[in-house]
């Protein structure tokens, strides 16, 4: 009834297809790249609006990234919202705290996993902001607009991933 929807994992082809075709529509549409660190830096800027009124949008940063509310904030919660409404809808939706390969790894401390999840977050929102972009904006839209600096990133990415999940590896035992 569902059809691909329902499916606990989706064809790559279909998926990169799609996306590429998502990141043709941002561009035409907005003039601008697809990606979701953005949105982390609007999030931060209306928080802090919040806190410093006005005065934030003087800062040179909030000059170039004005924090509001716009489709690039959006994709945010629009992940969150498709990949939980993907998993209610292919079955496979669980509530878990530590996942098993963690789990088997190095135990089952929580505050173990939420210290390192948060801390890989700082890392990850610190990397995305010097690369000038994130996995989603160099890996898929700088490469797609055939960015040398994207591919040089892009190339960054894996490696630096490869290198961290070998090293947290070796360290669980």
Not at 17 to 38: E, W, Y
Not at 115 to 133: E, N, P, Q, T
Request: proline share 4%.
């Amino acid at each position: 009834m569902l059809g691909f929807l329902g499916l606990a994992t989706w064809s790559p082809y279909i998926v990169g297809v799609a996306i590429g075709l998502l990141v043709c529509l941002s561009l035409v549409v907005s003039d601008r790249p697809l990606g979701c660190s953005t949105g982390f830096v609007k999030t931060c800027g209306l928080i802090e609006r919040i806190l410093r009124g006005k005065n934030v949008e003087k800062t040179e940063y909030y000059r170039e990234i004005p924090p509001r509310v716009d489709w690039q904030f959006t994709i945010l919660p629009g992940i969150v919202i498709g990949a939980f409404i993907s998993s209610i809808l292919s079955g496979v939706f669980a509530l878990e705290w530590i996942p098993p390969l963690w789990a088997a790894t190095f135990g089952r401390d929580i505050g173990l996993r939420i210290g390192v999840a948060l801390l890989g977050g700082i890392f990850l929102a610190l990397g995305a902001r010097w690369a000038g972009g994130c996995t989603s904006g160099h890996g898929i839209s700088g490469n797609l607009q055939l960015s040398v600096g994207s591919m040089v990133s892009s190339a960054c990415f894996f490696i630096g991933g490869i290198l961290t999940a070998m090293g947290l590896m070796s360290l669980g035992g």
